[in-house]
């Protein structure tokens, strides 16, 4: 069985997917990146070879995304985090019209075409207001764990609301909060509520069409899913493995690349990553 690789390389994680030559995912992992890209790109790919058994050059194709893809150097091709989760989401919810892509560093709204490419896009452009690293400034204010943010967000009784769109005003926002007695849970209401707005204005600057699906890391937040629901009046589409749509849209890319070059060669199996190498592109 031969076995294509999909690494994205985002800002705070790094996340991996093997799917075999029928496009089945296989394996998947992720851990943070840390300063050396290239390190945590070559770690993701161990520990994807080693839960399946395989040698790295076992590997037959692999594709990178993310904002770090330039750095992963065993790449056969580099290809945009846009067009790898909307291939990602189009393979978790085929009915995906609409995708809201929520990372550390950058958001991103993308509406695809009937054939699934991306049709148009809108990315939030105010430093980290409008994604992951907001609520990570909101949480260190508050003393809470990153992990948590969300379902205390869900227990609150009366939100706060938090004006600033810059991630470090918004935390001198937070502290005025505790200061005048507002609960944790309320703050991070209010905190969710602020990224949701901006979120969705995103979502409506695409001519947003249902299904809607949300990617990234940020998927895994309860409170913030909620509140995204309430101010787009619909329902999101979000699944366990939303996180790692990146990457899988990129081993689905990296499987139908290797396709086109094996039926290039007279259908012709390709044998290992060397013999499909055209160069990191």
Known sequence: MGYLAGIDVGSRMTRGVLVDEHGRVQAKTGRETGARLEVAAQAVLDELCATQRIKPEEILYVASTGYGR???????IQITEMTCHGVGARWLFPGTRTVLDIGAMNSRALRLADSGRVAAFRMNDRCASGAGRFLERVAKALEVKLEEVGELALRAQDPQPISSICAVLAESEVINHVTAGASVEDILSGAHFSIAERLVALVRQ????????????????????????????????????????????????????WQRLADAVGGARVQSCEAAREGPA
Do not use: C, D, M, W
């Open 206 to 257: 695409v001519g947003a069409q249902p299904e809607i699906t949300l990617t990234g890391g940020v998927s895994k937040n309860a409170g913030l899913v909620r509140a995204l629901e309430e101010r787009l009046g619909a329902k999101l589409n979000v699944s366990p493995h939303s996180e790692y749509a990146g990457a899988l849209g990129a081993a689905l890319l990296a499987r139908a690349r």
């Open 70 to 76: 330039y750095r992963v150097l065993f790449r056969q």
